[in-house]
């Protein structure tokens, strides 16, 4: 089977080393989706599956998957993976749960936003919470809205945080 790490806009493959969407090829993948060749022609490009996993390839080549493409924000054409993010927020010692994602913004397409869940007994302030991400990721990766609540951060029954509600929640509607 071969992998490839490629840009999940242009499609283009990257370097070693670089992070992007993984791609896979060989006789042992699916054909397609049953009845289903929209579905199809998105995941299957020249006969390369688009995994939908972000991550990369190491010198010795070793993949690590580090996030899933559709938890990235692409902010004024800028990939935010939502897992960097939170992993710099949970570095913060009162952050219980942590869920970043992106809401819809008029010019620069989506912006970073952030629900958590302090830490029982613990005060978080947004503005404790940005300045602790700019010192870890580059500005564009600072989230701009920050919700902080006070109950657990809403779950399906496998546990996964259902960061589409939260998005919903924090999103104007629209006209």
């Known amino acids: 089977m071969e992998v490839d790490i490629r840009d999940p806009a242009t499609f283009e ?5 670089e992070r992007g969407e993984i791609w896979f090829k060989g006789p042992n993948l699916i054909r ?7 579905a199809t022609a998105e995941v299957i490009v020249d006969g390369w599956l ?11 080549g070793f993949v690590y998957v580090e996030d899933r493409a559709k938890d990235m924000v692409l902010r004024a054409g800028e ?3 939502c897992a960097e993010v939170e992993a710099a927020l949970y570095e913060h010692p009162k952050v219980h749960e942590a869920a970043v994602f992106g809401v819809p913004h008029e010019r620069l397409g989506e912006e970073v936003a952030a629900a958590i869940m302090p830490v029982t007994g613990e005060e978080l302030t947004a503005a404790e919470l940005q300045a602790h991400v700019a010192e870890r990721l580059a500005p564009f990766k600072v989230p701009s809205t920050i919700l902080i609540v006070d109950s657990p951060l809403p779950r399906n029954a496998s546990g996964k945080i259902l960061k589409r509600e939260l998005r919903d929640q924090m999103s104007p509607p629209s006209s």
């Open 13 to 17: 493959k990257l370097p070693v080393g």
């Open 32 to 38: 397609g989706y049953w009845h289903k060749p929209e």
């Open 50 to 60: 688009r995994s939908g996993d972000i991550g990369h390839i190491d010198e010795d």
């Open 79 to 81: 990939n935010v993976y």
